[in-house]
């Protein structure tokens, strides 16, 4: 049954026509709100993931529930036709449960805020936020395990709740929730900015409303989603045929030894639609790197990487969904079934966008990325210090982004674009570690005329005994470089210590006991690289060596032959790149890497670590 809403006033909205400068007024009012948003989150939560990081994404919707400004997409569509009950003037909605949003949010560290706004007894908007908690409870600090086997395991889940209702707050829940919690300092101060941030942005749509009028203001929130409508079918025919294109991609293993699974999408246009399905995609894991995808999610995905690409000025928001058909097969890595576990869901997030980056770029391979959003690092630090208190650190780190047909990609940046690192003073004044080293890692970024984005070597010494857990991917298929390009470095964690030994560890790891002056050494993937490597500047690759981005045997992967100082030998170079033409195969508008089988032959020798081994459910498949 479809949720009821309760207004006083009934009165339909009459359409009005928008003139362009109040269209823009409000277009720019309704972005700023967003970022108002974002400001009143940081300014008021406590944990680093929130407050330093920004691991949170608000939203804007209209009377309907489609996003008009926001960054992941509009799931209220989907809460109303599911939420068995009202919604009126001073509730307000809270949930973390995926299962009970179809993956609005996509594991249950994400707690989620919805609030209806009201305005002289009518619903006009909705606004809401949601954002990455520290620890929800669960078996392991944090609430990621990796050999979770169902959602059971990984800590609190929270159906739709009213936490306000008419007014009045629901403190017996708060209590309750925050009970499961090893943070609940951190947890409610959250909330409360998830709350606030909510409201500020209520605030601004009822001054808007009240400015223009309610019938103006909605009226121009409907020409922003036609407008985009309009934008987005201009794109699609432009770039994207009727010729079916698939791509695939794979994560490298579910930390229990099983690996790689693939995900696939082949897309194709039927008139004006564009079709996305991802069949031929891995079945579910048993462990907690399944990602369950909501449908509207990766609409918005699809749209930020053509409005991005094709044309960064267009505000992007709900108004094109209904030209993508979105399918994701039933019990596939995708779409898992309940109660699968879900809380290492970021691999395969990460990967959606390489995979998008492969599928519109086949096409027009001018506007195609390499790989490098591929995943999203963490790091999680717990204990008791030497007073015997306790801490918990949970910290996203950065990889490499990809080359692009614009140039080289950033070296060391977040996957999100709104995130930021925890600044290495706040690191070591609130938790017992020093940051030895925080720099780029030269040459993991792949070589091309684009250079892919080197990846980060960070080195934390621990100042306490406890634990460390670790979720990084992108350590056994390596980001893949295009039109020339080579793919970047893998991911590789190495645990020295205090004693000087020093060991490989894994990318999904939990409960590694380190000891006061252990060191641990997180290095993550770099970018895979754009175009010739043979065709870039000599002069820029002898820079790129003394600014410590390049070493010299690294520029030999550009041909170029230069000194320590960065100067170039020109003689040298010329001769090496003409032997390089010469002796190379064609190149390709991929560049993989080697291939599966020859990974796992070299794996060992490469990486240090075992590869993973098959899933067995492929291996019962091949066997029939």
Same mark, same amino acid.
Not at 377 to 406: C, E, T, V
């Given at each position: ?393 949970? &910290?996203?780190? $950065?990889?490499?982004?990809? =080359?692009?047909?614009? @140039? !080289?990609?950033? *070296? ?5 674009? +709104? ?99 252990? &060191?641990?050494? $997180?290095?993550?993937?770099? =970018?895979?690289?754009? @175009? !010739?490597?043979? *065709? ?5 690759? +002898? ?82």
């Amino acid at each position: 049954m479809p949720a009821t809403i309760i207004q006083t006033n009934d009165k339909p909205f009459e359409k009005k026509v928008i003139d362009p400068v109040t269209l823009d007024i409000i277009e720019n009012a309704l972005r700023n709100a967003r970022i108002e948003m974002d400001a009143t989150l940081v300014r008021t939560a406590m944990s680093p993931g929130i407050r330093e990081q920004g691991d949170a994404f608000p939203l804007i919707a209209d009377h309907t529930g489609k996003m008009i400004v926001g960054q992941f997409g509009s799931f209220i569509g989907g809460f109303l036709d599911n939420w068995e009950g009202t919604l009126e003037d001073g509730d307000m909605i809270f949930l973390s449960d995926p299962y009970s949003c179809a993956g609005a949010v996509s594991h249950s560290n994400d707690w989620l805020v919805l609030l209806p706004v009201f305005k002289d007894g009518r619903l006009i908007a909705y606004t809401s936020m949601f954002g990455h908690q520290s620890d929800i409870g669960g078996k392991v600090v944090g609430s990621m395990p990796i050999n979770a086997r169902s959602i059971f395991e990984e800590g609190v889940r929270i159906p739709p709740v009213k936490i306000w209702k008419k007014g009045e707050y629901n403190e017996d829940l708060m209590k309750l929730v925050m009970h499961q919690t090893r943070k609940p300092d951190w947890c409610q101060a959250d909330l409360n900015a998830l709350i606030a941030s909510c409201r500020v942005a209520a605030r601004r749509v009822i001054e808007m409303a009240a400015r223009f009028g309610d019938d103006v203001y909605i009226s121009a929130t409907q020409e922003l989603l036609a407008r985009n409508h309009r934008a987005m079918k201009s794109l699609i025919a432009m770039a994207i045929g009727e010729e079916p294109v698939s791509f695939e991609d794979y994560i490298c293993d579910d930390g229990m030894g099983s690996g790689p699974y693939k995900i696939k999408c082949t897309m194709w246009r039927e008139g004006e639609k564009v079709v996305l399905d991802f069949a031929g995609t891995d079945p579910q894991s048993q462990a907690s790197i399944n990602f369950y995808l909501n449908e509207n999610m990766f609409k918005m995905f699809f749209g930020i990487y053509m409005i991005m690409v094709f044309d960064p000025q267009i505000l992007f928001n709900d108004g094109f969904y209904d030209l993508i058909d979105v399918r994701i097969p039933d019990g596939s890595l995708l779409k898992p079934k309940f109660p699968a576990a879900l809380s290492g869901r970021t691999h395969a997030l990460g990967r959606i966008f390489d995979i998008l980056g492969g599928l519109l770029g086949q096409k027009t391979p001018e506007f195609l990325n390499a790989a490098g959003f591929s995943s999203s690092p963490h790091l999680f630090y717990s204990g008791n210090d030497k007073k015997g208190d306790w801490f918990q650190l949970f &910290q996203i780190g $950065f990889g490499g982004i990809p =080359g692009r047909p614009m @140039g !080289d990609g950033p *070296d060391g940046h977040s996957l999100w674009p +709104g995130f930021t690192n925890v600044p290495n003073e706040f690191l070591e004044r609130y938790f017992p570690l020093l940051i030895e080293r925080y720099e780029t890692e030269p040459d993991s970024g792949g070589a091309g005329l684009h250079r892919g984005g080197n990846g980060i070597h960070m080195t934390y010494r621990f100042l306490a005994s406890g634990t460390i857990s670790i979720h990084d991917d992108r350590w056994f298929v390596p980001p893949w470089g295009v039109n020339g390009g080579e793919p970047g470095k893998r991911a590789r964690k190495v645990l020295e210590k205090a004693d000087g030994t020093a060991q490989i560890i894994g990318n999904k790891v939990e409960d590694v006991h380190v000891e006061e002056g252990d &060191q641990l050494h $997180f290095i993550t993937w770099g =970018g895979g690289g754009w @175009g !010739d490597p043979l *065709d870039r500047d000599p002069a820029l690759v +002898g820079k790129e060596i003394t600014q410590g981005l390049v070493t010299v045997e690294g520029a030999k992967a550009y041909g170029v032959v230069a000194g320590s100082d960065g100067a170039v030998d020109h003689a040298a170079t010329e001769a090496l790149r003409t032997k390089m033409r010469a002796e190379r195969p064609a190149l390709e508008l991929f560049n993989y890497g080697p291939a599966v089988e020859k990974l796992r032959a070299d794996c060992e020798a490469e990486t240090g670590l075992p590869a993973p081994v098959q899933p067995k459910w492929a291996t019962l498949e091949a066997a029939e």
